[in-house]
């Protein structure tokens, strides 16, 4: 029976894969990802954190910065909240910031009862000049083939 969804997104859960015996992929089951493992290293800190090509995300003119209120976390998903930015900022991937603009941070409870920290930019994103010449899907390359 199909379901008008409107606007809203539709997030699967573990628990809809497990009933319905989804197969569960691990990365070592890609084979591209297992032929060159120098490539997806387990470990993230030797990557260099120059950057040979500058980036910018382009703004609808004249637009206000957005920063909404942080949702309201639990203790255990604050101090979780703190390893990861921690970490983070350890591996040089994030660095201290005071600008005007914010997303909220939020938390995910994996299957192992771990947090997945999740960012929401939806508010980011209505402000944004969407690109006219996307990346080209890998299957329409193939195609072209």
Request: charged content about 30%; overall charge negative; glycine content about 4%.
């Amino acid at each position: 029976m199909p379901v008008e969804l409107g606007s809203f997104d539709v997030i699967i859960g573990m628990d809809w894969f497990e009933k319905y015996q989804a197969e569960k992929k691990r990365l070592e089951d890609v084979p591209i990802v297992r032929d060159f493992p120098e490539v997806f290293p387990e470990d993230l800190s030797s990557l260099s954190l120059t950057r040979q090509v500058e980036f910018q995300i382009d703004l609808i003119p004249g637009v206000a910065p957005v920063a909404r209120a942080p949702y309201r976390l639990a203790l255990s998903e604050m101090k979780e909240l703190s390893d990861q930015l921690k970490e983070l900022s350890n591996k040089g991937f994030i660095r201290p910031s005071s600008s005007p603009w914010g997303a909220s941070v939020l938390f995910v409870k994996k299957k192992d009862r771990s947090f997945q920290m999740c960012i929401d930019y939806r508010e980011l994103n209505k402000l944004t000049i969407k690109n006219r010449y996307p990346l080209p899907r890998i299957d329409d390359l193939f195609d072209q083939l």
